[in-house]
Structure formats: C-alpha cells, structure tokens
C-alpha cells in the first residue's frame, strides 16, 4: 500500500512539471526618415492583410508568437516564407523588390535571398534574447532599415 501511494504521488509531482515554452517578438525598425510601406506578394497577388507601414525613425512589432518547447523561435522573416516577394516602398515613391530563395523574378535590381539585405533571410535579422528561464525563453528579432536602403532604392 505505502508503495502504491509513493507511486501514485510521483506520478502526480510528474505531471505538474511546467511545459517548455518560446515566444517570439519580431521587430522592423526604420532608421532612416523616411515613411516604409511594406507589402508581400504571393503569386503576383499582394497579401494585403500582412501589408505594414513603418514612420521614419521609428519600430513595429510586426509578428508576436508563441510555440511549445524552448528554442530560438520563429522570426518574421519565416513568416515571409509563404509569400515570393516583398515591395518596399519609401515615401510612397522609391521602390526595393524582395524575392524569396529560388524565386526567378523578372527584376534585375530586386534584393536576393542571399543579399544581406533581404528581408527573407533570417540571418539578416538580429536576435536578442529578452529573457530566459529554465522552462521558457522569450526572444526578439530586429531587422534594421537604414538611410543606405533608401538610397540604394533610388
């Protein structure tokens, strides 16, 4: 009997272990003065839901997230994922074309994945850890526009 109670009790301890968790901030900051729209095409179709404006000199929290488990997260750029292209307009005028890895896009000035400028790849994001506990972890992801985007749009 004592020993189906220590099993029962075990069992019990066991099962009020807290589950592992992630969260996920992901930021767009414009370091440049000037006004970012950002807007993601799938198949030529802009996803207009996910379109986001960006005021000069300031950040967006553009995708906030949750999972199961501990680890690095999901940043924005893999929410890109399911788009082929993103435009990013500059004042309403001046425009940068995103494609993502293996899209053969008919513009020759468009930002590669592999640029270390583009927007879909994850490397180009900063990851900064907010906070860490044994059971969770919450991390925020940056990607910085600057002046020289701007410029290289012209």
């Known amino acids: 009997m004592r020993l189906l109670i220590i099993v029962i009790g075990s069992l019990l301890l066991a099962s009020c272990i807290r589950e592992e968790s992630t969260e996920t901030i992901s930021l767009l900051t414009n370091n440049s003065t000037h006004k970012i729209k950002i807007t993601p095409y799938s198949q030529g179709t802009?996803?207009?839901?996910?379109?986001?404006?960006?005021n000069g000199n300031s950040s967006l929290n553009v995708l906030s997230q949750a999972n199961r488990g501990k680890g690095a997260g999901i940043s924005y750029a893999s929410y890109l994922a399911f788009t082929d292209s993103v435009e990013v307009v500059f004042d309403e005028q001046l425009r940068s074309t995103h494609y993502f890895q293996n899209s053969t896009g008919a513009n020759p000035s468009a930002i590669r994945y592999e640029n270390a400028r583009s927007l879909y790849n994850e490397k180009n994001y900063t990851r900064k850890i907010i906070s860490e506990k044994k059971n969770s972890i919450t991390n925020e992801y940056t990607f910085?526009?600057?002046?020289?985007?701007?410029?290289a749009a012209r």
Do not use: H, L, P, W
């Open 46 to 54: 802009a996803v207009v839901k996910d379109i986001v404006e960006i």
């Open 144 to 151: 910085s526009f600057t002046e020289e985007d701007y410029q």
